[in-house]
């Protein structure tokens, strides 16, 4: 009965009454209660005008503003409830205080009529702004760790500007922060107001208790059974004889908690409670396990079937970085790696992973396959929470071979062995919820590829890659998905041709579903054709049907444009499809049939896919 009546009274029916009715009937030697709830609503209570008078040095338009953010059920149509005058009164209130109306008030009257069959609450809210206070000076006493000057230069509030409270808290978190920087972790800094006699303007002492200073003493580490001690000091931000600041300390914690090696991590600061001249710092960790085995067996459209196999080791040689060996086989080729990755490469906060590899490929509906070895290096740091830098460098020896179409005239020197050098930089942007599956946010990435060819000037090219997508959740079980990708080859070299395993292709699981892998544009022998430029946009609605299952419904358009061969058309070929996916802990595992629009002669309606993981 609560609740229900707690439902109602949040709906607009203030006056709602619940009765209950009880029988208890024998029925085959057992005692059945049947319960009965009599409902009296009563008559709807809704929000009619909301009107604002008396705000004249702040607009009206930002009053309501604030009525929005701190009260967002309280505008026109919406229901009445009890508490929304006080609240209302003291949201205006609390925001006027803050910008320096300290004698601010805003009285709220409310008026009833009647509407219907509802009862229609009219507000009128009268704010009374009153005297705004000015400071008329701003003055500082209790410092010892640097002087006034300096002082006026870390703090914003300036005399003839409005008391806002906002900026006096922060110039006192801003001077606390500036002193305990400096070694006095127990500093406390504190505002002092002297009012003029018809509290127009005000004088503002900021007064600074600083304590006294301390540095820190020896630093202990217990746990650590494989990781070298020196791994840890590294990245603490503070080292013993430095003066103690708060702000180092903890994010010498988070640095240390963060790393991949450990589970996790216990610190004691000895002697800092107590206020002592020294601390010392006790640190416990415990290890994760650094050595592991996985793999893998499965089947996906893009590759068929496939196996993969991979071991490593997370603290190599207790130094904090990773190695791995790992191999992967399928039904368009396979890849063999060994790789080391460094998180604070050269002791920055700079990652970096070198890897070598051998790696063939033959795509499926391609009539050429790849052979590729080569080395690469990728250093990667994160410039901001969503936003990520990269540089990344290869070597590759790379050789095409013939899979049964014949060699094209004219295309045999592409065939043979070729040196090339890829260098460039990626940004990316990323607000994303969740990783595995997204439900509002968005990802953003841009690159540039350098791509010199060492013995010829077939691979001399850049490549410009730029790929956008969008989540969005408008209801609890639906989630729109919207995704843009674009990708453009522009050669420098003198032979002006690109080889084929270098270009754009589009059609299959990860772009234009519908259409066979690599076949959204084909020759006239159903071969298919790469461009220099491709284009390509789905929009997904992803519903969510419990129980871990989840309907998806999308449409898919691509282009691939400025190929060889004039052959085909650059106009965008699209699709419309639907499919079911099951979530499980490591991603949705899903079935999905695309329909093409446009079908041609010759061509099938569509195609089924299977998918692991999303395809964006």
């Given amino acids: 009965v609560r609740n229900m009546i707690n439902r109602y009274r949040s709906r607009g029916y203030p006056d709602v009454r619940i009765l209950t009715e009880s029988e208890t009937a024998e029925a085959d030697g057992l005692y059945v209660r049947s319960l009965r709830f009599i409902i009296e609503e009563g008559a709807r209570h809704r929000i009619g005008f909301v009107r604002i008078t008396g705000a004249e040095t702040i607009d ?16 026109e149509g919406r229901p009445w409830l009890a508490e929304h005058a006080e609240s209302a009164s003291f949201t205006i209130t609390s925001a006027y205080i803050a910008l320096g109306f300290l004698n601010a008030s805003a009285d709220t ?43 006026r230069e870390f703090t914003k509030l300036r005399k003839g500007m409005p008391l806002l409270s906002h900026v006096l808290e922060t110039d006192k ?96 600061a000895i002697g800092l409670s107590e206020k002592a001249d020294e601390v010392t710092l006790l640190v416990d960790v415990a290890e994760k396990k650094p050595y592991y085995v996985e793999t893998g067996l499965g089947y996906e459209s893009q590759r068929g079937l496939y196996a993969d196999a991979k071991a490593g080791d997370r603290n190599l040689f207790g130094t904090n970085r990773s190695a791995w060996i790992g191999s992967e086989v399928s039904e368009t080729g396979f890849r063999n790696e060994a790789a080391m990755m460094d998180p604070r490469f050269l002791g920055y906060s700079l990652s970096a992973t070198m890897s070598l590899y051998q790696e063939r490929l033959e795509l499926f509906n391609q ?16 410039l901001a929470p969503s936003v990520s830098s990269q540089l990344g460098a290869r070597f590759e020896q790379k050789k095409l071979f013939d899979r049964g179409g014949g060699i094209p005239e004219g295309s045999e020197e592409l065939y043979n062995s070729r040196s090339i050098l890829v260098v460039g930089p990626s940004f990316s942007y990323d607000t994303r919820d969740f990783f595995i599956r997204p439900r509002k946010g968005m990802y953003g990435s841009f690159s540039v590829d350098f ?72 020759d006239q022998d159903s071969n298919p054709l790469g461009g220099r430029l491709s284009l390509a946009g789905s929009l997904e609605a ?52 695309g329909h093409k629009l446009d079908r041609r002669e010759g061509e099938g309606a569509g195609r089924w896919h299977f998918s692991i993981g999303y395809t964006f």
């Fill in 60 to 75: 009206e338009r930002t009053v309501r503003g604030w009525l929005r953010g701190g009260l967002p059920e309280f505008r």
């Fill in 109 to 151: 009257q409310i008026t009833w009529r009647q509407e219907g069959e509802q009862q229609v609450a009219d507000v009128a809210i009268a704010i009374t702004e009153g005297a705004r206070v000015m400071v008329s000076s701003v003055s500082f006493t209790g410092f010892q760790s640097f002087t006034e000057e300096e002082a």
């Fill in 451 to 522: 791509s010199k060819g060492i013995r010829n000037s077939f691979d001399d090219f850049l490549k410009y890659e730029l790929d956008f997508r969008y989540f969005r959740t408008p209801l609890s079980r639906l989630t729109l998905a919207l995704l843009g990708r674009a990708a453009f080859l522009q050669s420098f070299g003198p032979s002006g041709t690109i080889p084929e395993d270098q270009l754009l292709f589009l059609g299959g699981i990860s772009n234009v579903r519908g259409f066979a892998e690599n076949m959204l544009r084909y």
């Fill in 173 to 268: 978190r801003t001077l606390a922060s500036m002193i305990s920087e400096g070694g006095r972790p127990h500093v406390q800094v504190r505002d002092h107001l002297s009012f003029s006699d018809d509290r127009s303007a005000v004088s503002v002492e900021y007064r600074a208790y600083e304590g006294p200073s301390v540095t820190l003493g020896n630093v202990y580490f217990s746990g650590n059974f494989k990781t070298r001690e020196r791994v840890f000091r590294r990245i603490l931000e503070m080292r013993p004889g430095d003066p103690f600041s708060p702000a180092r300390y903890l994010q010498g914690e988070r640095n240390l908690r963060n790393l991949d090696i450990l589970e996790s991590a216990r610190f004691r």
């Fill in 367 to 382: 009539t050429f396959g790849t052979d590729t070895y080569g080395t690469s290096l990728k250093l990667s740091r994160k």
């Fill in 542 to 593: 992803r519903i969510d049907l419990g129980r871990n299952w989840e309907l998806t419904t999308f449409c898919d358009t691509g282009s691939v444009s400025r190929t060889l061969e004039n052959i085909g058309s650059d106009s965008f070929r699209s699709s419309l499809g639907a499919g079911i996916r099951y979530i499980t802990p490591i991603g949705p595992m899903g079935i999905l049939y």
